[in-house]
């Protein structure tokens, strides 16, 4: 299938570092974040989220931070896998944005073994 | 696997042409979104269904119109195909518009070739 991001900043990781990917986000009424992995030719999927009342979330092999003074949010990646290699998408929603999902322009992630 | 279930995956069509995109949504699930992403670009809102209802609407022409169904399944029509249009087309399923916790899930988009 077709792959998205082509143009898109990307990181490259060596196969079992940590990485880390930012956002910043645009509208201080957003009150939920979501990250997601973007495959090739797939759709957006779910890996995790955070409510603006918390700092932090950890799932399983990722992080969340949340920083609501900068409006910045961050994924941490530990011990990187190949099958980490996928563009990464931060999204804002909340009540008073809208009830939709704001993306930001995402992070190509290159996993080298 | 999301629940999220989208139809054509491919299509192409010529400019002028109407298209007729279609969506199933995860069980439980009464909120549907449209979205567009054109190559090397995040999602772009389109427009919102929640209870058979449009509820929001991005920055999209009328020709970009939509339907929800009683069991939450949608479509998304685009009348007047410009090669612009040109682009994958996600549809998201949620419960209850999906905000402040309400986990949104992507199906696999239909891909949109406009020629």
């Known amino acids: 299938g077709e792959s998205v991001g082509l143009h898109l900043p990307t990181l490259s990781v060596q196969e079992g570092d940590n990485s880390i990917i930012n956002c910043a986000y645009s509208?201080?009424?957003?009150?939920?974040f979501i990250w997601y992995k973007q495959e090739s030719g797939k759709g957006p999927q779910f890996i995790i989220d955070i409510r603006s009342n918390m700092d932090k979330r950890q799932g399983q092999r990722v992080t969340v931070l949340l920083n609501k003074t900068v409006k910045h949010l961050s994924l941490q990646i530990a011990a990187t896998q190949p099958g980490d290699s996928a563009v990464y998408f931060c999204a804002e929603n909340g009540v008073a944005a809208g009830n939709k999902l704001t993306f930001g322009g995402g992070t190509r992630v290159l996993v080298k073994p | 696997e999301t629940g999220v279930t989208q139809s054509p995956t491919h299509l192409i069509k010529t400019r002028g042409q109407q298209v007729t995109l279609r969506c199933s949504s995860q069980s439980g699930h009464n909120t549907v979104s449209w979205y567009q992403q054109a190559l090397g670009q995040g999602p772009q809102f389109i427009f919102q269904y929640y209870r058979e209802e449009e509820n929001g609407r991005g920055n999209f022409p009328p020709r970009f119109s939509g339907l929800q169904f009683p069991n939450y399944s949608s479509e998304l029509n685009v009348n007047a195909l410009e090669l612009d249009d040109s682009a994958l087309y996600l549809c998201?399923?949620?419960?209850?518009?999906?905000?402040?916790?309400?986990?949104?899930?992507f199906g696999e988009g239909s891909w949109l070739t406009v020629v």
């Open positions: 998201a399923s949620s419960f209850d518009m999906g905000s402040s916790g309400n986990t949104i899930y």
């Open positions: 509208n201080s009424a957003s009150d939920y």
